[in-house]
């Protein structure tokens, strides 16, 4: 049976609340348990006097030395008995170490990078002008203690018409100059302060709020979420913290009022934050002073680009007491202080083994490059949001894939950056050749190969595998290149030559990293995948299985680099290219699926696949020009009309030069003359779309941008917008 005692620094346990908690719940989960303050400590007969609770009453009883002593005071209050509580440490395992201060902590993440784009710009406030120079680069300003706990010394300054207006701390005032550098310097006689810009985070009735993350580790020393909440300030307020007049809510309905379907992504993305940031806060303690935490709450923001910025890192949170959780942080406390007795062999080899970590030399920043027929823009924003979890990244930006954008690139890539992102485009032979003639790439993605340009290469995929096969031959040949196993053209490309790791992607076929039970699920798919001989469901928020693959990519490469499997489900959760697949809910439950950018056969079929997976009625399909075919045109023409007619598509529209044939193909194949529709003046078809929609249809428009097929998106979404 464990021994756990508790230190605190007030002598009788009456006057702390939470100490009747823990007594409860150590005997319920089989530990014996007292309470003791440092001069009760007697350490020539190994023993302490302490107070246990029996039959309704606390007890002084002698008690030996715990297993495990609970660290439940004030740091500050316990530094009295400092050398009392570092004999201790010699010989017993302590749980609820401090992680620092605010200031410390910002230092802490900042330094180790990892979570350096999630922090606000903040700084420790060395006198007035100091705010002053700070405020002429952020109008709106945050100024709290250093040392701040429960939202108290917290105040907003912005700048408005040459004055400054104080908000918080029931103060609410227009200052000039010189009486804001009077509140300042009365402020900074207290206590320190530091200063961030403010960041906008409120509901949508102008009510600021953040978020509160509380995670701790169980009784197997792995870290678990104890809740997750929503804090709202009173109106005209920028406090959330309960303490101060906020106020709370489940996180469900408050996620759903608020950000209606990105709802679910946002509770995952929170999920996976606060996991997350413990294990990385977790891992520096260890690095820097050879100690575990078992608990943190975190707050944060998040602002209108659903960015989340960490506003502060408590080491020992309070709970909410709308929600009576106080019995589950004491027993998660209870049954981490039992492992603790019982693992401190473990404890300790996961502590040398992160100092030995910490020692390994920095590697070199990675240049990934990304060509392809189909999925460059998708599989760099999954790979640069993954990557950004841990990594500064430089990314291109979408569509930015010409040899013009790469030199443009060369010149803004820095010592910062910690990896490279790059699309590499091409249209002919040789630009890929000078795409790494200006940047050479250490890490080279090639999606799959495809018909996109076909009729610039004589109308045969291996000629486009050749081009495309430029890339192998321009970049490290020492370095990391990724296939995709089920692309039969990829077959053509030339990689006898290379002579570094190819790691492989499939579905269908065995690969490295091959994905399983593949479903459509609510806002995006679901995938499984043995990554690190353990099993894995992801999410991805975006529909298709040929975006799976996309995904698998970005997997190959970021587990090729260590990022760990909660890192790889975060940066999955990626901000979406705009126009790939994105759903509009319209009036009378129609559904619009806008796939408006590239168009060739290959994604001409994956945007159909996606239509049958997400039609409850009617399928219409609105299919624009494909370009670049060359004389294949007719024959994948031919091979579309007949793949439309095979899914069941209810109603074919076809737009653009020469696309009539499609519609002829599923004719032939059965599809009824009455239900197939040909245009080549937009507004005739735009004429026919009021009489043609019916409620519950979902209807897929898919084109090229050079074909305007957004025109048809934008005319449909108006027409029947809520």
């Given at each position: 049976m464990t021994l756990i005692g508790m230190l605190h620094h007030?002598?009788?346990?009456?006057?702390?609340?939470?100490?009747?908690?823990?007594?409860?719940?150590?005997?319920?989960?089989?530990?014996?348990?007292?309470?003791?303050?440092?001069?009760?400590?007697?350490?020539?007969?190994?023993?302490?006097r302490g107070q246990v609770?029996?039959?309704?009453?606390?007890?002084?009883?002698?008690?030996?030395?715990?297993?495990?002593?609970?660290?439940?005071?004030?740091?500050?209050?316990?530094?009295?008995?400092?050398?009392?509580?570092?004999?201790?440490?010699?010989?017993?395992?302590?749980?609820?170490?401090?992680?620092?201060?605010?200031?410390?902590?910002?230092?802490?993440?900042?330094?180790?990078?990892?979570?350096?784009?999630?922090?606000i710009p903040t700084e420790v406030v060395k006198n007035s002008d100091h705010v002053l120079r700070f405020m002429a680069a952020f109008e709106k300003v945050v100024f709290k203690p250093i040392d701040g706990r429960k939202g108290k010394g917290i105040f907003f300054i912005v700048q408005e018409n040459g004055r400054c207006i104080v908000n918080g701390e029931g103060v609410n005032n227009l200052y000039t100059e010189n009486q804001l550098k009077e509140f300042v310097n009365k402020q900074l006689a207290r206590e320190t302060f530091i200063i961030q810009p403010y960041i906008q985070s409120v509901t949508q009735s102008g009510q600021v709020f953040d978020f509160r993350l509380h995670v701790q580790k169980n009784g197997e020393g792995e870290w678990v979420i104890t809740t997750i909440y929503p804090r709202v300030a009173p109106k005209g307020s920028i406090i959330a913290n309960i303490n101060s007049g906020g106020y709370t809510n489940y996180l469900d309905p408050f996620l759903e009022q608020e950000f209606n379907e990105d709802a679910f992504n946002i509770k995952k993305k929170l999920e996976y934050f606060s996991i997350a940031l413990a294990t990385h806060l977790d891992k520096l303690q260890m690095e820097i002073f050879g100690e575990m935490i078992d608990e943190i709450g975190v707050d944060i923001g998040m602002d209108e680009r659903q960015k989340f910025w960490i506003y502060e890192v408590n080491w020992r949170p309070g709970c909410p007491p709308a929600f009576y959780l106080e019995l589950d942080v004491v027993k998660n406390t209870i049954l981490y202080a039992q492992y603790i007795a019982k693992n401190q062999q473990t404890i300790q080899k996961k502590i040398k083994e992160a100092k030995r970590r910490k020692l390994r030399n920095k590697q070199e920043v990675p240049i990934i490059a990304i060509t392809g027929s189909a999925g460059k823009t998708t599989t760099k924003a999954f790979l640069s949001s993954i990557l950004s979890k841990k990594w500064k990244v430089f990314e291109s930006k979408d569509y930015w894939n010409t040899t013009e954008h790469t030199k443009k690139h060369a010149e803004e890539i820095n010592s910062s950056h910690q990896a490279v992102v790059l699309e590499y485009g091409m249209a002919y032979p040789?630009?890929?050749?000078?795409?790494?003639?200006?940047?050479?790439?250490?890490?080279?993605?090639?999606?799959?190969?495809?018909?996109?340009?076909?009729?610039?290469?004589?109308?045969?995929?291996r000629n486009v595998?050749?081009?495309?096969?430029?890339?192998?031959?321009?970049?490290?040949?020492?370095?990391?290149?990724?296939?995709?196993?089920?692309n039969?053209?990829?077959?053509?490309?030339?990689?006898?030559?290379f002579k570094g790791q190819t790691l492989t992607i499939g579905i269908h076929k065995e690969a490295d990293y091959r994905a399983y039970d593949v479903q459509y699920v609510e806002q995006g798919m679901t995938f499984k995948m043995l990554l690190k001989h353990e099993e894995l469901e992801l999410f991805i928020p975006i529909f298709g299985e040929h975006h799976v693959y996309n995904a698998l990519a970005a997997i190959a490469i970021a587990d090729h680099f260590g990022f760990s499997p909660m890192e790889i489900k975060m940066g999955l959760l990626f901000k979406k290219p705009p126009r790939r697949l994105t759903i509009y809910d319209c009036r009378d439950h129609i559904t619009l699926i806008d796939d408006t950018v590239h168009s060739h056969p290959e994604g001409v079929r994956a945007a159909i696949d996606v239509l049958v997976n997400l039609a409850k009625d009617r399928k219409i399909a609105v299919i624009g020009q494909m370009r670049e075919l060359g004389d294949l045109r007719q024959k994948e023409y031919q091979k579309i009309g007949e793949y439309i007619q095979q899914q069941g598509i209810d109603v074919l529209i076809t737009y653009g030069f020469r696309t009539e044939e499609i519609g002829m193909q599923a004719q032939l194949k059965g599809m009824k003359a009455e239900n197939i529709y040909h245009f080549t003046d937009r507004e005739k078809l735009h004429a026919l779309l009021p009489n043609l929609?019916?409620?519950?249809?979902?209807?897929?428009?898919?084109?090229?941008?050079?074909t305007n097929m957004f025109d048809t998106v934008k005319f449909i979404d108006n027409l029947f917008s809520e």
């Amino acid at each position: 049976m464990t021994l756990i005692g508790m230190l605190h620094h007030r002598k009788d346990p009456k006057t702390v609340v939470k100490a009747y908690a823990f007594a409860a719940v150590a005997e319920a989960e089989g530990a014996q348990f007292y309470y003791f303050s440092p001069g009760e400590v007697n350490f020539l007969h190994q023993t302490i006097r302490g107070q246990v609770y029996k039959n309704g009453e606390w007890k002084t009883a002698t008690m030996p030395f715990p297993d495990v002593i609970y660290n439940a005071g004030s740091p500050e209050k316990l530094m009295k008995a400092k050398n009392v509580i570092d004999r201790l440490k010699q010989d017993i395992p302590f749980t609820t170490y401090s992680i620092g201060n605010k200031w410390s902590v910002n230092r802490r993440l900042h330094e180790a990078k990892d979570f350096a784009n999630y922090l606000i710009p903040t700084e420790v406030v060395k006198n007035s002008d100091h705010v002053l120079r700070f405020m002429a680069a952020f109008e709106k300003v945050v100024f709290k203690p250093i040392d701040g706990r429960k939202g108290k010394g917290i105040f907003f300054i912005v700048q408005e018409n040459g004055r400054c207006i104080v908000n918080g701390e029931g103060v609410n005032n227009l200052y000039t100059e010189n009486q804001l550098k009077e509140f300042v310097n009365k402020q900074l006689a207290r206590e320190t302060f530091i200063i961030q810009p403010y960041i906008q985070s409120v509901t949508q009735s102008g009510q600021v709020f953040d978020f509160r993350l509380h995670v701790q580790k169980n009784g197997e020393g792995e870290w678990v979420i104890t809740t997750i909440y929503p804090r709202v300030a009173p109106k005209g307020s920028i406090i959330a913290n309960i303490n101060s007049g906020g106020y709370t809510n489940y996180l469900d309905p408050f996620l759903e009022q608020e950000f209606n379907e990105d709802a679910f992504n946002i509770k995952k993305k929170l999920e996976y934050f606060s996991i997350a940031l413990a294990t990385h806060l977790d891992k520096l303690q260890m690095e820097i002073f050879g100690e575990m935490i078992d608990e943190i709450g975190v707050d944060i923001g998040m602002d209108e680009r659903q960015k989340f910025w960490i506003y502060e890192v408590n080491w020992r949170p309070g709970c909410p007491p709308a929600f009576y959780l106080e019995l589950d942080v004491v027993k998660n406390t209870i049954l981490y202080a039992q492992y603790i007795a019982k693992n401190q062999q473990t404890i300790q080899k996961k502590i040398k083994e992160a100092k030995r970590r910490k020692l390994r030399n920095k590697q070199e920043v990675p240049i990934i490059a990304i060509t392809g027929s189909a999925g460059k823009t998708t599989t760099k924003a999954f790979l640069s949001s993954i990557l950004s979890k841990k990594w500064k990244v430089f990314e291109s930006k979408d569509y930015w894939n010409t040899t013009e954008h790469t030199k443009k690139h060369a010149e803004e890539i820095n010592s910062s950056h910690q990896a490279v992102v790059l699309e590499y485009g091409m249209a002919y032979p040789g630009v890929i050749t000078e795409h790494c003639r200006i940047i050479q790439p250490t890490v080279a993605i090639v999606t799959n190969i495809g018909l996109a340009h076909v009729g610039n290469f004589d109308g045969d995929p291996r000629n486009v595998a050749k081009a495309k096969s430029e890339l192998i031959h321009g970049m490290d040949q020492f370095g990391v290149l990724c296939l995709n196993m089920d692309n039969e053209n990829s077959k053509f490309l030339e990689t006898e030559m290379f002579k570094g790791q190819t790691l492989t992607i499939g579905i269908h076929k065995e690969a490295d990293y091959r994905a399983y039970d593949v479903q459509y699920v609510e806002q995006g798919m679901t995938f499984k995948m043995l990554l690190k001989h353990e099993e894995l469901e992801l999410f991805i928020p975006i529909f298709g299985e040929h975006h799976v693959y996309n995904a698998l990519a970005a997997i190959a490469i970021a587990d090729h680099f260590g990022f760990s499997p909660m890192e790889i489900k975060m940066g999955l959760l990626f901000k979406k290219p705009p126009r790939r697949l994105t759903i509009y809910d319209c009036r009378d439950h129609i559904t619009l699926i806008d796939d408006t950018v590239h168009s060739h056969p290959e994604g001409v079929r994956a945007a159909i696949d996606v239509l049958v997976n997400l039609a409850k009625d009617r399928k219409i399909a609105v299919i624009g020009q494909m370009r670049e075919l060359g004389d294949l045109r007719q024959k994948e023409y031919q091979k579309i009309g007949e793949y439309i007619q095979q899914q069941g598509i209810d109603v074919l529209i076809t737009y653009g030069f020469r696309t009539e044939e499609i519609g002829m193909q599923a004719q032939l194949k059965g599809m009824k003359a009455e239900n197939i529709y040909h245009f080549t003046d937009r507004e005739k078809l735009h004429a026919l779309l009021p009489n043609l929609i019916k409620e519950n249809d979902t209807i897929l428009v898919k084109g090229a941008s050079k074909t305007n097929m957004f025109d048809t998106v934008k005319f449909i979404d108006n027409l029947f917008s809520e």
